[in-house]
């Protein structure tokens, strides 16, 4: 490969990671100042739940419903377009909710037309990906791509808590800040990812021999490569995944005691466990080649950290707060191990059917229905019955999860092989 081609595949790769980091910091910055929200609204915990938890059960829930939408739609129209449409639409949305406050609802319906808008990028990323790389460019790529989004992660948790307490607890910066990344970004995709993509309006290439036979509807595809044993632990993943990240604010606050932006603060190091993780889960899968198997220990690392982290509630002192935060932490990271085995190594294995994007949509859907399922859940158990019961209830899931795994890796295993 020439240097100019090299540099190329660099610059697009780039321009992903900045599209799908303006994606992030457009989407998960309403979560970041919901407390801030609320202490200008002056609502108790409880109205804090129903109210302002409603857009972020409707993000997840169009995220989720759109990434059906975006996967198939991203095997068949131009994904450069679509991802296109997916941050200017953010970009809008962004710009409304600061006008349309105070009307909770109002926000709410936007945030949600938002995670659909949100939900046009992360499938047809997968698709121009896989069509411009090879295997382990394609491995490498994701990867870079997906550790974008711990880094708006912790910048979003480090600058909120900035412009809280340089403007007075004033949240509105926390949506302007993102509108700038996501038009700068919007004006360099369409500049320059056009010219650097190869086949990017083809249709996906005809499959022919044992491509041929996986190559007919979705649903007849993810039922001959056996995936559907895996949608339980896929959906679960994103309920914990999201449900740790959402609430670790609310957390911190009533068990730790501490102000709302130390809390958004020290939700920021979350995403540093993420990025670990997802690092070590492209090893893993080296090393273990078996995706149910590699699955399956991120889930049974998350089961034990969770057992760890019960007796420690009994009796808090800053010592074992400080190591509940870093447990907390270790299992988001795992789930977000787990999610580059779901969303990226496993839906390239469809490269060949012409499925990338199709199959990047349907589990990024399932994943993001647990999402919108986490607030809610995380709410009725720890609201009824304490923090403890909650993490006992995370994990139970992510141990019914790995056994799932080992149970789904043979049949995967085998069709893996067959291609």
């Excluded at 990024?364 to 909650?390: E, R």
């Amino acid at each position: 490969m020439s240097s100019t081609s090299i540099l190329k595949q660099r610059f697009l790769a780039f321009n992903c990671c900045l599209a799908y980091f303006a994606s992030y910091v457009t989407r998960i910055n309403y979560a970041a100042v919901r407390i801030a929200i609320a202490d200008e609204l002056a609502l108790t915990h409880p109205e804090l739940v129903i109210e302002l938890g409603i857009a972020l059960s409707a993000a997840s829930l169009t995220y989720g419903l759109g990434q059906m939408v975006s996967g198939l739609l991203g095997d068949r129209l131009p994904p450069v377009a679509l991802v296109g449409a997916g941050l200017g639409g953010a970009v809008v949305c962004n710009l409304l909710m600061p006008v349309l406050y105070p009307s909770v609802y109002w926000m709410a319906l936007v945030w949600g037309i938002n995670g659909f808008f949100q939900s046009l990028i992360r499938p047809p990323l997968g698709r121009i990906i896989a069509a411009n790389y090879d295997e382990k460019g394609y491995i490498d790529t994701c990867v870079a791509v997906s550790n974008s989004s711990q880094i708006a992660t912790i910048l979003t948790y480090l600058v909120i808590p900035l412009c809280l307490h340089t403007y007075g607890n004033n949240w509105r910066p926390a949506f302007y800040l993102p509108i700038a990344v996501g038009v700068i970004t919007l004006a360099l995709w369409f500049l320059f990812v056009p010219r650097l993509c190869i086949n990017q309006h083809a249709a996906p290439a005809a499959a022919s021999g044992k491509e041929e036979t996986r190559s007919g509807s979705l649903l007849s595809v993810l039922s001959q490569s056996g995936l559907f044993v895996f949608i339980l632990p896929v959906l679960i993943h994103g309920l914990l995944r999201d449900g740790i990240t959402a609430w670790m604010p609310d957390f911190i606050s009533e068990v730790g005691h501490l102000g709302t932006d130390v809390s958004i603060l020290t939700t920021a190091i979350l995403p540093l466990f993420c990025i670990v993780c997802v690092i070590l889960a492209k090893k893993i899968c080296r090393a273990i080649p078996s995706e149910g198997k590699s699955s399956a220990l991120f889930f049974a690392v998350s089961a034990a950290s969770a057992a760890g982290i019960i007796p420690l509630l009994k009796h808090t002192t800053p010592l074992s707060f400080a190591v509940i935060i870093v447990l907390m932490a270790l299992i988001t990271g795992c789930m977000h191990g787990t999610n580059h085995i779901f969303i990226t190594r496993m839906p390239g294995a469809f490269k060949k059917a012409g499925r990338v994007s199709g199959v990047v949509g349907f589990l990024n859907a399932v994943t993001y229905l647990g999402s919108a399922l986490s607030p809610y859940a995380v709410a009725l158990i720890a609201g009824k019955s304490g923090w403890s019961t909650a993490v006992l209830f995370w994990m139970i899931l992510a141990a019914c999860s790995a056994a799932l795994c080992i149970a789904g890796s043979r049949t995967w295993n085998a069709f893996k092989e067959s291609l």
